[in-house]
């Protein structure tokens, strides 16, 4: 029997599919279309135990499922960006067309609307750099502090 942990995997996808048996087919499909390991299992005529064993020991099994996993990502992602193109459109005629609320949403969306005065930080890098040793300070203050306070730095014994 050969160690399938050290067999290298297949190259290409033909060489995958005619690798793989009607039911790992079956299995992968199922999979790819959101069917639970028992379920792709059921329809593929064999055991879940079966599903698992091949997801974690062959190659070609294994190399099928990620290529179908990929190109389902790829064309999820594709939709999406295409999606936010047309958003962004609508958002624009509404916002064309004096739809208030969309004009305030997406003035807050992008910060416009911040509250007055709002921290944003010193443009003096001389002050920036003692806040940050201040910040330091105190949180070196805490931790020994900390450690001042636990069981073993007042003499309570663990028991």
Same mark, same amino acid.
């Given at each position: %029997?050969?160690? #399938? #942990?050290? %067999?290298?995997?297949?190259?290409?996808?033909?060489?995958?599919?005619?690798?793989?048996?009607?039911?790992?087919?079956?299995?992968?499909?199922?999979?790819?279309?959101?069917?639970?390991?028992?379920?792709?299992?059921?329809?593929? *005529?064999?055991? @879940? $135990?079966?599903? #698992?064993?091949?997801? @974690? !020991? +062959?190659?070609?099994?294994?190399?099928? =499922?990620?290529?179908?996993? @990929?190109?389902?990502?790829?064309?999820?992602? +594709?939709?999406?960006?295409?999606?936010?193109?047309?958003? &962004?459109?609508?958002?624009? &005629?509404?916002?064309?067309?004096?739809?208030?609320?969309?004009? =305030?949403?997406?003035?807050? +969306?992008? *910060? &416009?609307?911040?509250?007055?005065? &709002?921290?944003?930080?010193? !443009?003096?890098?001389?002050?920036?750099?003692? =806040?940050?040793?201040?910040? $330091? *300070?105190?949180?070196?203050?805490?931790?020994?502090?900390?450690?001042? @306070? +636990?069981?073993?730095?007042? *003499?309570?014994?663990?028991?």
């Amino acid at each position: %029997m050969k160690d #399938h #942990h050290t %067999m290298p995997q297949k190259a290409t996808s033909e060489e995958d599919r005619d690798c793989l048996s009607r039911k790992q087919r079956v299995a992968i499909e199922r999979l790819l279309l959101g069917d639970t390991v028992t379920d792709a299992a059921k329809s593929a *005529g064999v055991s @879940r $135990e079966t599903v #698992h064993r091949w997801r @974690r !020991e +062959s190659w070609d099994f294994q190399a099928a =499922l990620n290529r179908g996993q @990929r190109e389902f990502q790829q064309a999820t992602e +594709s939709q999406l960006r295409a999606a936010c193109k047309r958003a &962004a459109e609508n958002i624009v &005629a509404s916002v064309d067309a004096g739809d208030v609320r969309t004009s =305030l949403v997406l003035l807050k +969306s992008v *910060g &416009a609307l911040a509250k007055a005065g &709002a921290a944003i930080g010193s !443009e003096d890098s001389q002050v920036l750099r003692e =806040l940050a040793q201040i910040k $330091e *300070g105190e949180e070196n203050a805490d931790r020994l502090f900390r450690g001042l @306070r +636990s069981p073993v730095a007042i *003499g309570l014994k663990s028991k």
